[in-house]
C-alpha cells in the first residue's frame, strides 16, 4: 500500500512538474490541447447530430403509426427507437458543463422508469395532451417510459400493438406515447442550441488544467458513465438501494429488452471512441505522449484500450442479459470486474499521469 501510494504521488508530482514547465518548452515537444479539444468538440457536434436525427425520425414514425395503425408501423416505431437509444449512449458520453447543469440529458432518460404511475395515467381520468405529459416528473416518460410502452416480456409484438389500437385505453396510451417523444425532442432542440450558440466556443476554449478544462470533463464524464454501466449490468438492489438482496425485475426495463446487450455494447464502443477521440489526440494519445506506464512496464493507454476491447468481446458471450443478470452468470462478472478494473485505471492511474482532477461522485462501482 504505501509503495503504491509513494508511486501515485510521484506520478502526479511528475505530471504537475511537466505542465508547470510546459510553456517554456518547444512547440513540437508540448501535447497540443487545442486539436484535441477541437477534436472533442467536432465528436459532439456529430453525435448530437445523430442523436437528434434519430429523435426526428421516431417521431416522424409515430405520427405515422397514428394515421396508418399497422403492425409493420408499430415494429418500425420499436426499431426507430432502438436507434434513438444507441445514439444516445454516445451523446451521453458529453453530459458536461451547462448541458448537465441543465439536466438535458437526465431529463430525456431518468432510470429507472416509474412504470406504475405511467399506467396509472394511461388508465386514468385525466386527457393525455402534451401538457400533461410536460408536468411529469422525469422517470415518468424520457426514453425509458418510451421503452416500458414498447416493449413488454410477458407480452408478444402483436400484443403490445393491439393495446395501441384495440385496448379500451389504446387512444391514451398512442396519446403518451406521441407527447413524450415530442419532448424529447424539445428537450434535444434546447441542448443543441445551447450547444451550438454558446457552449461549444467555451469549451473550445477551456484548454486549463482542473475542474473546469475541457479536457478535464471528458476525462470525468467517461468515469461516470463506466460507473453508470457497472450499475446497470451489476443491479443487485432495488433502484441503487444497497440493502435490497436480490434485483428487482420491475427496475430492468431497457436492460432486459430485446436491445439490451447491443445497448450496453454500443455505450461500451462509445466509451473507445472518446477515449481514442476518432483520428485527433485524445485521452489516449495523451497518456502515450507523457510515456505512461502501468504494470511491468506496459503503456497505460494500452491497457485501458485492450480493457475496453476485452469488454465488448465479453458481450458476445451473452445471449439473454436479463436472465444473465438475475442468475449471476459468469459472464456477467467478468464483464463487470473488466469494467472495475477500466475505472480503476481511469480514477488512478491516468488521473495520475495527466494530472485530472477526479470529481467525487454518488456511486463508486464497487
Sequence with gaps: MLKTSTFLFIALLSGTIFWSCNDDLPKDTRFDKQVMVDGYADLITHSFNELGQAIDDL?????????????TEFETIQ???????????????????????NLYMSNMAQWPSKNAIILSSISGT???????????GANQKGLYGIE????????????????FTSDSNAEKRLAYLKYTAQEIKTIFTDMNALWLDTYKNEFSEALENGVSGAENRIYNQSITVIDEVINYIRLANDAFDIDAIAPNEDNLILWNSQYTATAINHLIAAISTVYLNNTQ???????NFVNAK?????????????????????????????SAI???????????????DILVLYRADMASWLSLLLLVGDNDGD
Design 59 to 71: 417521431n416522424t414514425q409515430i405520427a405515422a403509426f397514428n394515421n396508418q395503425s399497422s403492425i
Design 148 to 163: 416500458f410502452l414498447l416493449f413488454q416480456d410477458q407480452l408478444n409484438n402483436q400484443d403490445i400493438f393491439e393495446l
Design 294 to 322: 502501468w504494470e511491468d512496464g506496459i503503456l497505460l493507454a494500452d491497457e485501458i484500450q485492450d480493457k475496453l476491447e476485452n469488454a465488448q468481446s465479453m458481450l458476445s458471450n451473452i445471449n439473454n442479459m436479463e
Design 281 to 287: 489526440p485524445g485521452l489516449f494519445d495523451h497518456l
Design 126 to 136: 385525466e386527457v393525455i395532451t402534451q401538457s400533461f405529459v410536460s408536468n411529469l
Design 79 to 101: 426499431d426507430q427507437f432502438l436507434e434513438v437509444v444507441l445514439t444516445f449512449q454516445a451523446a451521453r458520453l458529453f453530459d458536461i458543463g451547462p448541458i448537465k447543469a
Design 326 to 340: 438475475l442468475t449471476n452468470d459468469a459472464n456477467i462478472e467478468s464483464l463487470e470486474q473488466e469494467l472495475k
